[in-house]
């Protein structure tokens, strides 16, 4: 495989320092002299070998050279600056599959049967059965990393136990920019005879968790953190599998077995998380809203539901909207006041997963 920093990255001496502006992010970087000499050299597609073999011509040990490399390959990796090709020495793929991602068609190619290994559990349920999309993520192996590329350009490396995590993440980002009019929503998506409850709340609050108990009690997984309102009102989630992070492994006695089974992955802000699959998912249809869940939890008491004002679950629903122009224009948010005002909307306060559960599943079942 090849590497090179993405166009618009470019040397500059600013007196007796050395930068590196990159023009996509609008940022200068104040380098020492090897990373400003690979990152003139990363100008041009350029393997790992070549990279090391020139700076120890120019004098570095071969153990230093390979560090100095990958310090800067990863460090212009997670800048998202960072152009991955892979060529003949990767040799041939041996498991490719196609996904649909809610109508976004995403193909994986993998290259190590390690990859395949962790990859596959993850996503294996989002097959689809159309033709490959114009979107596909190549994954091989460079030594102990994974090297992950997008249309053989745009790439990222990171650890085997953070490649399903930045797979989910760049895919999430494929989703979110092929919406077209559809607006996405951060909340998680039960469907239950052909109607929507929608869990809002902030990061932490337990919406995954609380998804996941909805699930044991006869809900199916629209998405644990993507729902996508379309111009008719009406909702589909994006079926990613659900992630756990540690604080919930051993909150489901029926169910603990399985979870703990499941590998621990890393996502890329550092999170532990066990991804749950299979579970029972919702068609790959939109369904009416019926209901949105505002959640709060509490450390002790017990759970509590309350009417919520229109016009602060709207302002607690735009605020995870997102649209690909960043912004929703007039349209969009009159849907949205549509969908808000025609949902049942509460908010739950809790401590105990199953009374949440338990009254949300008479809420829904109009009990």
């Keep these: 495989m090849k590497f090179r920093v993405s166009d618009g990255t470019q040397f500059f001496l600013i007196g007796e320092r050395k930068t590196i502006f990159v023009e996509s992010l609008q940022q200068v970087f104040e380098v020492d002299d090897l990373t400003a000499y690979l990152t003139c050299a ?24 390979g560090a100095y490399v990958r310090n800067c390959l990863l460090f212009w990796s997670r800048q998202r600056v960072l152009d991955i090709v892979l060529d003949e020495d990767d040799g041939q793929p041996l498991f490719t ?24 559990p ?25 090297c992950i590329s997008k249309n053989r350009s745009k790439g990222m490396i990171v650890k085997d136990i953070e490649a399903a995590p930045a797979l989910k993440a760049l ?28 869990i809002c709340g902030a990061p932490g609050a337990g919406k995954t968790t609380l998804a996941v108990a909805l699930m044991e009690a006869g809900f199916e997984c629209g998405g644990d953190d993507l729902a996508l309102l379309d111009d008719n009102g009406a909702l589909r989630g994006v079926p990613f599998a659900p992630a756990l992070k ?42 009416a809203l019926d209901s949105i869940v505002l959640l709060r939890r509490r450390k002790k008491g017990p759970a509590l539901v309350s009417q919520v004002e229109p016009t602060r679950a709207l302002s607690e629903v735009l605020a ?33 997963l199953d009374e949440a559960a338990e009254i949300l599943s008479r809420h829904h079942d109009g009990k």
Aim: contains cysteine; hydrophobic residues 40%; positive net charge.
């Design 42 to 65: 990363l100008a041009e597609p350029t393997s790992f070998r070549q990279l090391k073999s020139e700076l120890v011509m120019r004098g570095v040990s071969q153990a230093s050279a």
């Design 97 to 120: 599959q196609t996904l649909d991602l809610a109508g976004t068609a995403v193909s994986i190619i993998c290259y190590d049967e390690k990859l395949i290994d962790i990859v596959r």
């Design 122 to 146: 993850v996503f294996d349920h989002q097959a689809g059965r159309g033709d490959p999309g114009s979107i596909s993520y190549e994954l091989a192996k460079l030594g102990n990393w994974v």
């Design 171 to 198: 895919m999430t980002d494929d989703v979110l920019a092929g919406l077209g009019t559809d607006v996405a929503l951060h909340a998680a998506l039960l469907v239950k005879n052909s109607r929507g409850l929608l």
């Design 246 to 287: 540690p604080g919930s492994w051993n909150l489901f006695s029926g169910i603990h077995h399985r979870i703990m089974s499941c590998p621990i992955h890393r996502r890329l802000d550092s999170k532990r998380v066990r991804y749950l699959a299979p579970v029972p998912y919702a068609p790959r249809k939109s369904v």
């Design 320 to 352: 995870g909207a997102f649209t690909p122009t960043r912004r929703l224009d007039l349209m969009q948010f009159q849907r949205l006041v549509n969908a808000v005002s025609k949902a049942r909307v509460i908010e739950l306060t809790f401590s105990r």
